[in-house]
Nanobody
Framework: QVQLVESGGGLVQPGGSLRLSCAAS??????????MGWFRQAPGLEREFVGG????????DFADSVKGRFTISRDNGKNTVFLQMNTLKPEDTAVYYC????????????????????WGQGTQVTVSS
């Protein structure tokens, strides 16, 4: 069984920063075989792609709404992916989910939620003064 556990969410003022972490585990789960993505869902809205990182960690992709403010990195030795969020805005308020997608090519960064195989339980991020 594969587990993805997010942490690092919380309340932050506009303009502030947060760093989310997602730790992956599982007896048969090979972290380096999976691209990792972050999605978010605000109340009343569809879940949306935020950003993702390819298997070796060289390729990243981001939604236009977060480009230049968010970065993604991964530590393959610790089976962990990070989402660094800077210059946060109230519209970034949402539950953030980590997801894992097994990809055939190392450079692929899936952006659709139905391309992902495993999901975390989510962590709340609230941006408010």
């Amino acid at each position: 069984q594969v587990q993805l556990v997010e942490s690092g969410g919380g309340l932050v003022q506009p303009g502030g920063s947060l760093r989310l972490s997602c730790a992956a585990s599982g007896r048969t789960f090979t972290f380096t075989s999976y691209a990792m993505g972050w999605f978010r869902q605000a109340p009343g809205l569809e879940r949306e792609f935020v950003g993702g990182i390819g298997r070796p960690g060289a390729n990243t992709d981001f939604a236009d709404s977060v480009k230049g403010r968010f970065t993604i990195s991964r530590d393959n030795g610790k089976n962990t992916v990070f989402l660094q969020m800077n210059t946060l805005k109230p519209e970034d308020t949402a539950v953030y989910y980590c997801a894992a997608a097994q990809t055939r090519k190392s450079y692929i960064v899936p952006t659709l939620d139905n391309e992902y195989d495993y999901w975390g339980q989510g962590t709340q991020v609230t941006v408010s003064s």
